[in-house]
């Protein structure tokens, strides 16, 4: 078994407005992984954002604004700019659980090196045919990364979501992914009760209709090797 500690650890978060996220974000991180690298990718303008980050003296970098891949393409920018073994394919509006890590990385091997957690919320990652938020090795991402693309977390082709369908689904492929049952990850969505709806989360099905297409597409990469 590979062991490691939350040093090893660059939780990504990709922000996108909702400051008020941060610092309940922030005391899970602490509780739970209090040696981690927390790095915020942030918009330019998003200046509410920025302010908040700066009053408490949070890392953060900046990526352009862009509706197409701009989760995707803040999560590959952070993943460059860091050096951490492990990373974390955060968000804004999650609340990290006692020995989530723990329990993610015992299950980290040789071969295996994308973990899904469970996120509280949706069924299928409460069943283990997927995960939204997950953690994986630099390893894994610098040898492999995407199917065509290595060097790469996630596909930018997305407007947002399936872009972590395609990293458990490539994984799954590759027999390089595992599911933790008690890696609790809670995501605080609106959609399970847990957090208030805003502009973005309301722009989910126009955006699911979207990227499901370019996914059925790009599926046939992973499953017709």
Known sequence: MLSY??????????????PWHVKPLLHSINETVP????????TPDDETVITKLDKISAEYIFVEYNEIGDYAR???????HTTEPLIFTGASDLYFHKNWFERATALLSPTVHVIGTNDMGLDRTINGTHSTHSLVTREYVDKYGLIDEPGKVLCEDYIHEFCDDELVQTAIARKAWAWSGQSFVEHMHPIHGKGVWDASYTKDRERMARSGAIYTLRSQLWTQQ
Request: hydrophobic share 50%; net charge positive.
């Open 74 to 80: 803040k999560i590959n920018t952070g993943f460059r």
């Open 5 to 18: 500690t939350s040093k090893d650890l660059a939780i990504l978060v990709p922000m996108l407005g909702r």
């Open 35 to 42: 040696d981690a690298r927390v790095l915020f990718i942030v």
